[in-house]
């Protein structure tokens, strides 16, 4: 079993900034992907940003030059600073890990429950 927990959400006004955090427990082993997606009211589910055990990161186009996505590997915890918010920025925000154990059974994509970020205008 893996349980991601994130925090950090909240409403901020145009322009501001937030910084989320998701920390993941259970038995891991390595997690070799952490990411951040959004879903918006009416809309699907879409990926903000993701990086790998060796930091390489892939960023959405909306969020390039403003999402910053970072992990610390000791404490499997993967953080995104969202700088210069906008108002379509506004959507439940879910932490992603895919997830390998010490026991050798098949890697696991778990979520997050999801933090809310309201950006007003």
């Known amino acids: 079993q893996v349980q991601l927990v994130e925090s950090g959400g909240g409403l901020v006004q145009a322009g501001g900034s937030l910084r989320l955090s998701c920390a993941a427990s259970?038995?891991?082993?390595?997690?070799?992907?952490m990411g951040w997606y959004r879903q918006a009211p009416g809309k699907q589910r879409e990926s903000v940003a993701t990086i790998t055990w060796g930091g390489s990161t892939n960023y959405a186009d909306s969020a390039k030059g403003r999402f910053t996505i970072s992990r610390d590997n000791a404490k499997n915890t993967v953080y995104l600073q969202m700088n210069s918010l906008k108002p379509e920025d506004t959507a439940v925000y879910y932490c992603n890990a895919v997830v390998t154990f010490y026991d050798g059974r098949s890697p696991l994509a778990s979520w997050g429950q999801g933090t809310q970020v309201t950006v007003s205008s």
């Open positions: 259970g038995s891991i082993f390595r997690i070799n992907v």
